[in-house]
């Protein structure tokens, strides 16, 4: 077997489709149970800001069991406490973990025989798991984003707010979800709609019914920006999908629209965040613009 699959012996388990929480996939690693949740809280709390992401599925789920969707989290242990985490759901998020986790990481996920839509996480974090995955992933990278900065903002905007920015509604959804379309396929190259679309479909509908969605209308209607909260928790907010129409850019119409929308994600929690892309040298401009700061470094694997 390969360099990695050999270090997994004898802990490979047979391929199974349930996960019920306890399970061993390394001498280090196995499924969190429901008795890990307060170690999981305790590990999130380090840095809020990086982790929403498990933060709000923890939220969600209340526990560290496997989920009946089949997503699971797995623990990486050091003397008995829990050291890192791993989410395994549609898609990997590496929480509190760094270089050294990356190939007893590795081979746990290659164990469980998943597809994932993408791995996102600090840098730090990603880049060696991937590393460590690619040799023997059945996936292959479309893109790899090595360099997205992650910024903050924990007090009121810079510069004034656009008073036209409002929250979506549903009488906005026909709208907003082709504005979100065009930003999803600029962004990665093709329409979340093929195909239908139901999920990409629901999740908007879902960002408007929770009051996660805010646009900047023209007067027949028609989207000038959007961008909606994509995570929120108690202790921060994520800011994702920015979006301007192409016809409405170099109107200045981004920075004061995204200070409306971080002066309002500021009303639900004491933080707001984003990451975006380091080449993005105008969205980066804008964001600074706000009042945002670089604290961190994110990086994306796409499938």
Sequence with gaps: MSRILSRAVPWFPVPKARYTGGEQLGDTIRVLAAEDTPALRG????????????????????????????????????????????????????????????????????????????????SRAVLPLWDSLRPESRQHAFDVRARQPLMVLDQQPAILPSTRVRRSTSRDYDAVLPACAAMFQEELGYSPLDAGGSFYRSRVRTLIHQGHSFVDTAADGSIRFKAELGTVSRHATQIQGVWVAPAHRGEGLAAPAMAAVAGSALALAPVTSLYVNDYNAAALATYRRVGFEQVGEFATVLF
């Design 43 to 122: 590990l999130i709390a380090r840095d809020p800001v990086a982790n929403i992401f498990m933060d709000a599925q923890l939220a969600a789920t209340g526990t560290a069991a496997p989920t009946a969707g089949g997503s699971l989290v797995l623990g990486r242990f050091d003397a008995g406490e829990l050291a890192s985490a791993l989410w395994v759901g549609a898609n990997l998020v590496p929480v509190q973990a760094g270089p050294a986790d990356a190939v007893p990481y590795a081979t746990a996920v290659l164990a469980l025989h998943r597809n994932f839509s993408s791995l996102f996480g600090p």
